[in-house]
């Protein structure tokens, strides 16, 4: 009996011990949120210009000062209407082919060449700018940071103190909720008070409406093109993340931010914003070398493939790495330096590979080498590969191209498609030089009879050109240009 009333005092104790835990945790969650507010305007500072040292250091300034300043001139404006703008606002452009833009505290605001090539007028680059700033002013940075820190450790606390499996796991719940709902939260007052600072400046918020729906169709196009290549998608998860299709109250935020709009017409018509993006660089330049259509040239290197029509290409530490367009098979190059003299015979002996249906030959006018390594480490594991080695003895260097797939046990699915890219490497001609251009974003007049169909079939863009066309043109998904009307085309 003594037992049993021990036993139930120390439950008793410990469901104490658990309340009055949470007591506190409740109260130093108050005190944290609260904090964010009083920061001081000086440290929010220094926290963002240490992390906008990062920033650059990470993604590199898009160097084009004509664009960078009209942005800063449209985002200046937005920020003088702001709650705060007393603060010092900077703006950047960043040199990344991802949909983005986003604040960091203290007024550094960013926004990618990937996201200014989906905008087709001012309104639209002032409806993200907006945004971005109300990020700013409402603290969210510093507001999320906190809550994450602290949960992090309530949870860490709440595990030790209580000694309850379950405990932690409900923190771990309250953790994610909070977060994922915070973020929510913070979108959507970015939203309103974001349209409240276009309107203030003279913009419509209603273009807010009309980015969204640009950048939503942008994501819908790498959701499925990330789905058929069974990989996770790269989508932009900023302010249109945080709204279902036909969202009523943003709808009504934007009708109550119109009433707030002042006259103002000094921002430029839309084929002047347009003409701002004249020559701005597309798709990816971390990629060692450069890609048109299906074929890759790498002008330092002087030389050039080409890969199957349907297939893209990724960028490599040291080389790059094609896949279907399933993902169920995947081809290499990477590079090696070779001594003067190599045999490379010789050389392959040294890889160590298992070797069947192997011979020396010449590939592109070099010495070269190809086979089967039957046991080899590739992207799915120990599989058979199909490899090639190219000595390049001017330069003084070995291409190694090696391509295996996911379902291969000793046949190789997708062998033809190896040998055809493996037997397309060869030199750069001297037309190749000037074919090997880094695609840019070309402002152009459509004439009568012109079609996206046709600017597709011209475009260098690899896959779902027809779609990402009409996407940043505002078309999708089925819109055609009108007869002199400026459009975006890739060139």
Excluded at 262 to 273: C, M, T
Excluded at 347 to 369: C, K, N
Aim: aromatic share 8%; net charge neutral; glycine share 8%.
């Amino acid at each position: 009996m003594s037992g049993n009333r021990f036993s139930n005092s120390l439950k008793g104790s410990e469901s104490r011990i658990i309340r009055s835990m949470w007591v506190g945790v409740v109260l130093l969650l108050a005190g944290t949120f609260s904090s964010a507010w009083s920061m001081s305007e000086k440290k929010e500072i220094e926290i963002g210009q240490e992390e906008h040292q990062k920033i650059i250091a990470q993604y590199g300034v898009y160097k084009n000062k004509e664009l960078s300043d009209y942005v800063n001139r449209v985002g200046q404006r937005i920020a003088e209407q702001s709650s705060r703008p007393e603060l010092e606002y900077t703006f950047t452009v960043l040199n990344d082919e991802m949909i983005n833009a986003f604040a960091l505290p203290g007024g550094f605001v960013y926004v990618t060449r990937g996201i200014l090539t989906h905008m087709n007028s001012e309104s639209e680059l002032a409806a993200v700018l907006g945004h971005e700033i109300a990020h700013v002013t409402e603290k969210h940075g510093i507001r999320s940071t906190n809550r994450a820190k602290l949960l992090e450790g309530v949870n860490q606390v709440a595990q030790v103190l209580s000694g309850v499996p379950g405990l932690y796991q409900m923190g771990q719940i309250v953790n994610h909720t909070a977060l994922m709902g915070y973020k929510r939260e913070f979108e959507l007052d970015a939203d309103r008070i974001g349209a409240e600072y276009m309107a203030r400046a003279g913009y419509s918020p209603d273009a807010m409406l009309k980015t969204i729906e640009v950048l939503k169709n942008a994501d819908r196009i790498e959701i499925a093109q990330a789905r058929l290549e069974n990989r996770q998608p790269r989508v932009y998860h900023g302010f249109l993340s945080s709204h279902p299709d036909n969202d009523t109250r943003y709808r009504e935020a934007i009708e109550q931010a119109m009433a707030l709009r002042v006259d103002y017409d000094e921002f430029i018509r839309q084929d002047e914003f347009l003409d701002r993006l004249n020559g701005i660089t597309y798709g990816d330049v971390q990629r060692a070398g450069i890609m048109r259509k299906n074929r890759y040239y790498h002008p330092k290197l002087g030389v050039k493939m080409s890969f199957p029509a349907d297939w893209r290409v990724d960028a490599l530490p040291v080389g790059i790495q094609a896949a279907s367009q399933t993902s169920d098979a995947m081809l290499s190059l990477t590079t090696t330096p070779i001594k003067r003299g190599v045999v490379i015979d010789d050389f392959v002996a040294d890889m160590g590979f298992r070797i069947r249906e192997g011979r020396s030959i010449t590939i592109g006018g070099m010495p070269a080498y190809i086979g089967i390594a039957e046991r080899a480490q590739t992207p799915y594991g120990v599989r058979p590969m199909r490899f090639a080695v190219v000595a390049d003895t001017r330069r003084r260097v070995a291409y190694l191209l090696a391509g295996a797939g996911q379902y291969d046990l000793t046949k190789i699915a997708s062998d033809r498609e190896f040998i055809s890219t493996i037997f397309s490497f060869e030199r750069m001609a001297k037309q190749d030089y000037e074919e090997a251009r880094r695609p840019q974003v070309q402002i152009v007049r459509a004439e009568p009879g012109t079609t996206m169909e046709a600017l597709a079939a011209e475009s260098p863009i690899t896959n779902y050109a027809l779609d990402k066309l009409r996407v940043i043109n505002g078309l999708y998904p089925k819109g055609q240009p009108t007869p002199g009307q400026l459009i975006k085309v890739i060139d």
